[in-house]
Antibody
Framework: VQLLESGGGLEQPGGSLRLSCAAS????????MSWVRQAPGKGLEWVSS????????YYADSVKGRFTISRDNSNNMLFLQMNSLRVEDTALYYC??????????????????WGKGTSVTVSS | EIVLTQSPGTLSLSPGERATLSCRAS???????FAWYQQKPGQAPRLLIY???TRATGIPDRFSGSGSGTDLTLTISRVEPEDSAVYYC??????????FGQGTNLEI
């Protein structure tokens, strides 16, 4: 399984960027996918997730209403549309595949494959 | 919302020593919903342990996960120089979906 992010760059506050993640080596629509970011010198922060069929999406409070996650299962692509960018959105953005396992009554998820990341800088 | 606190912040060991990394949750959670990741400088994180106890594919058996309730532990039985990295614990939940600890920097 390989994940390759693209679309990062330098953008002004208030601007927009669209990140992409190309997936290969897996049956893409079988797996939920996530975006995780890491600000320079900081730890990991989960940003957003989407189920395998795209029916359900989840967002961190810090990006809710500004970012939109989507996927194109016919082309094995994951996207993150980032609007109203803020300086604090500056980070390396990773695409990650969600693995899952069963527990009584349901499932739990974890991030078992990661891309190398794409850098987003928000600055005037 | 759960908060994960990792300790120590930095751990310095010599090769062959045992590393014990702690992750404490702010309230009781389902133990199986925890995972551990390793991140080396300039690299993406790598999954080490999921379900609190299960090693991911290709992870050496010197890495093990244990604990329950609010206290989870990652143990490296005999550290090697290549184990120098930052280690993160992570919890899966309803909201937010994933929460990470702040990381422990392991220096060998």
């Amino acid at each position: 399984v390989q994940l390759l992010e693209s679309g990062g760059g330098l953008e002004q506050p208030g601007g927009s960027l669209r990140l992409s993640c190309a997936a290969s080596g897996l049956t893409f629509n079988n797996f939920a996918m996530s975006w995780v970011r890491q600000a320079p010198g900081k730890g990991l922060e989960w940003v957003s997730s989407i189920t395998g069929n795209g029916a359900y999406t989840y967002y961190a409070d810090s990006v809710k209403g500004r970012f939109t996650i989507s996927r194109d299962n016919s082309n094995n692509m994951l996207f993150l549309q980032m609007n109203s960018l803020r300086v604090e959105d500056t980070a390396l953005y990773y695409c990650a595949k969600e693995g899952f396992a069963t527990v009584p009554g349901g499932y739990y998820y974890y991030l078992d494959v990661w891309g190398k990341g794409t850098s987003v800088t928000v600055s005037s | 919302e759960i908060v994960l606190t990792q300790s120590p912040g930095t751990l310095s060991l010599s090769p062959g020593e045992r590393a014990t990394l702690s992750c404490r949750a702010s309230h009781y959670v389902t133990t199986k919903y925890f995972a551990w990741y390793q991140q080396k400088p300039g690299q993406a994180p790598r999954l080490l342990i999921y379900g609190a106890f299960t090693r991911a594919t290709g992870i050496p058996d010197r890495f093990s996960g244990s604990g329950s309730g609010t206290d989870l532990t990652l143990t490296i039985s005999r550290v090697e120089p290549e184990d120098s990295a930052v280690y993160y614990c992570q919890h899966y939940g309803a909201s937010p979906r994933f929460t990470f600890g702040q990381g422990t920097n392991l220096e060998i």
